[in-house]
């Protein structure tokens, strides 16, 4: 069962203020979420998760995480330009960006950002660009092959366009070496949204081998273990979760084995979760406006793809809460849709809900992180207004909606 975080009368309340269609995200769960994983690492001094701003790049929501210890992971001008402003800077940034233009490595470098470099080309490029190099450097790590965890192919890192291959990674340290690079980061993202407790150990464990070889390889101090986003979160009403303190502790276990018996006990581990962070403390609020009878059931509402898409691209279930008939049993039928002139516009598609009536309410699960972010303007749509529910139960307009004003800004007539 997924229950809302925010009571009917509650989101009534402020959709009476701001209208439909919201996205809100629930103060209390994300702080309670960072500090679950703060605690699950702990054992690491240096530990530092670094939240990945295109999940969710709002400035309220950058900073509340920030009070909670999380620094930033851009990968584009305007995330390191809203990073600054946020007051977030210095090597409380991680800029792992790949096909990089200059300008965002000028910006990264002059903001004292740790730079994770995707590429080996982007050594020569980063230093025409840049002129000089930081006192530590990172570089991305793309294996190949397949990501195989309990006899299952999560993923082909081979088909990713990221990251170094393995001879690549050698070559580029002693490069960054003879440059006067003084410390050295590794990192590597090999699968996206995982509901496995041992992606982390086993990816920390293929990251941790590397680095002691690349010392012993190359001589390169290397202080910095990057694992990346690809926790995962239930997007299912009954789907398995994660456990951060058995991965955390998963993660402990390959560092005292692997890490600790080389005399590498120095090391920093840090990540770039974004989903895990945020995704189940968001909602994206939204009305019926209309019902429709034809070959199907059809429940009309006032958002659409443009203000969530990973049902519309990926198929992705997101759960369907109609706010006041929880106690309802779910005998109907519907497809959930948006009004975009795509038949894709479906945010649920033969979904068991309770009987749904025009002027209903309707929550949308786990949007906090890549849904309003990956939104567009197809169709003219507006994007919508974003609302933080404070602990304290008030809520605060985080971003307003946008107006026709913003859509027609950059035309020329
Ligand atoms: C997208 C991304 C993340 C965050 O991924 P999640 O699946 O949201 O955890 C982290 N690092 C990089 C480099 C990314 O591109």
């Known amino acids: 069962m997924k229950i809302p975080f925010a009571t009917k009368d509650q989101l009534e309340a402020i959709a009476a203020k701001y209208p439909t269609p919201f996205h809100i995200y629930d103060e209390k769960g994300i702080r309670e979420n960072a500090r679950r994983l703060r605690r699950a690492f702990s054992w690491n001094k240096g530990y530092k998760e670094y939240f990945a701003v295109k999940a969710t790049p709002t400035p309220a929501l950058l900073k509340l995480l920030h ?41 990264a470098d002059r903001l004292g950002a740790e730079i994770n470099l995707d590429d080996i080309t982007h050594i020569e490029f980063f230093e025409k660009a840049v002129g000089h190099f930081p006192r530590r450097m990172s570089c991305r790590y793309n294996p190949g092959g397949t990501f195989v ?18 001879a690549q990674l050698s070559e580029a340290f002693r490069i960054l070496k003879s ?11 090999l699968v996206s949204n995982t509901v496995s407790n041992d992606y982390y150990p086993q990816l920390a464990a293929i990251l941790f081998r590397t680095a002691v070889e690349l010392r012993q390889e190359t001589g390169a101090h290397i202080t910095l273990i990057n694992l990346s986003g ?71 509402v ?11 691209v990926y198929g992705a279930y997101h759960h369907i809460t109609v706010l006041g008939k929880e106690n309802l049993p779910c005998d109907h039928k519907y497809d959930v849709v948006g009004s975009l002139c795509e038949n894709c516009d479906k945010f649920a598609v033969d979904r068991m809900l309770p009987k749904t009536e025009i002027g209903d309410l309707l929550v949308i699960h786990d949007t906090g992180a890549h849904g309003f972010s990956m939104g567009y303007n197809y169709n003219g749509r507006l994007r919508s207004a974003e609302i933080l529910l404070r602990e304290d139960g008030s809520a605060e307009l ?12 950059t035309l020329v007539w």
């Open 302 to 312: 006032d958002a659409c793809a443009a203000n969530l898409m990973r049902p519309a």
């Open 398 to 409: 985080i971003r307003r909606a946008e107006t026709p004003d913003d859509y027609f800004a």
């Open 67 to 107: 009070e909670e210890g999380c620094g930033c992971d851009c990968s584009s001008l305007t995330e390191l330009m809203m990073s600054e402003r946020c007051g977030i800077t210095g090597s409380d940034i991680m800029f792992s960006s790949n096909d990089t233009p200059a300008e965002e490595f000028i910006l």
């Open 230 to 300: 690809g926790i995962g979160v239930p997007y299912l009403p009954d789907g398995k979760e994660n456990n951060i303190d058995i991965i955390g502790e998963g993660v402990r276990r390959a560092y005292e084995e692997i890490l600790v018996p080389a005399g590498m006990g120095d090391v920093a581990i840090c990540t770039e979760l974004g989903r895990y962070m945020l995704a189940p403390y968001g909602h994206l609020v939204t009305r019926v406006i209309h019902e429709k009878h034809i070959y199907k059931e059809y429940i009309g």
């Open 179 to 189: 440059k006067g690079v003084e410390e050295f980061g590794l990192h590597a993202f």
């Open 149 to 166: 965890s309990a006899n299952e192919i999560m993923d082909n890192p081979g088909e990713a366009k990221y990251g170094m291959t393995r």
